[in-house]
């Protein structure tokens, strides 16, 4: 099943990209978090399957702005929304 957001344009990487601003690509190395008692505490490690309206790591979703930090393909941090969210 093809998901369409309103308008019938389907939900893509792309989107997900332009909609949030992040660097989301299918592949990617990424980290979502979760705050317990003031710590981060890390809620799953992977990389990025699919996107709808959130990002897939390792198929299960996470909002692509919500504690997640992305990685370039050498282990650097391209962002991190936990700053973002805090």
Known sequence: MVRLRKGGDRLTMEYVRKAYGVPAKRGM?????????????LAARGRITSAS???H??????????NVVYFDKD???????????E
Not at 29 to 41: H, T
Not at 57 to 66: A, C, E, R, S
Request: glycine share 8%; no cysteine; aromatic share 14%.
């Open 29 to 41: 190395m990424v980290e979502a978090y979760y705050k317990k008692d003031g710590k981060w505490l």
């Open 53 to 55: 309206y959130n990002i």
């Open 57 to 66: 790591i390792n198929g299960v979703p996470f909002h692509p702005t919500h």
């Open 75 to 85: 282990g650097s941090i391209l962002m991190d929304t936990r700053e973002v969210t």
